[in-house]
């Protein structure tokens, strides 16, 4: 028998080899190679950031204003370039509102959105909510490759 202390570990705090992996970006590094990117520090840690909460519409302000508040030091230009090279690459969908506001979002399969015009808050419609009977057709030599609508709401007045 041993001298050595035993240090009992609770279940709780025991994680999946999936979960480690995860935690040390190991996921998110084959996530960036897989598309092409290369996994440098600034990107796994806003990998981090947008992928570990879910399915969610962010903008570049917005990131940046939580990278800050994680302790990490990037300017928004660094956000910037990083989100474009993300929906370049297929990790996340660009979505341009109106004039230079654009938004990304982590779910990249073809779907509609609100978006609150009184809180600036994007959010997205139901799946087979929206129907067309048809679409104009494209211009000579062009071709449609997707149809993005965003509903414009606000609180009622009154």
Do not use: W
């Not at 015009?117 to 062009?142: H, W």
Request: charged share 25%.
């Amino acid at each position: 028998m041993s001298n050595h202390p035993v240090t009992m570990i609770p279940a709780s705090a025991v994680r999946p080899r999936e979960a480690q992996s995860d935690a040390r970006g190991g996921d998110l590094k084959a996530k960036l190679r897989n598309a092409g990117l290369r996994p440098t520090v600034q990107r796994l840690s806003l990998s981090r950031l947008l992928f570990g909460k879910g399915d969610r519409h962010v903008s570049a302000e917005a990131l940046h204003a939580e990278a800050r508040e994680a302790g990490l030091s990037m300017s928004l230009s660094t956000v910037y370039n990083t989100l474009n090279q993300f929906a370049g690459a297929g990790l996340l969908r660009e979505i341009a509102v109106q004039g230079p506001r654009t938004y990304f979002h982590t779910r990249t399969s073809p779907h509609h959105h609100f978006m609150d015009e009184s809180t600036g808050r994007m959010f997205d419609a139901a799946d087979g909510s929206v129907e067309f009977s048809r679409l104009p057709a494209p211009p000579e030599g062009m071709e449609i490759v997707g149809c993005d609508v965003i509903i414009r709401i606000r609180p009622k007045k009154g």
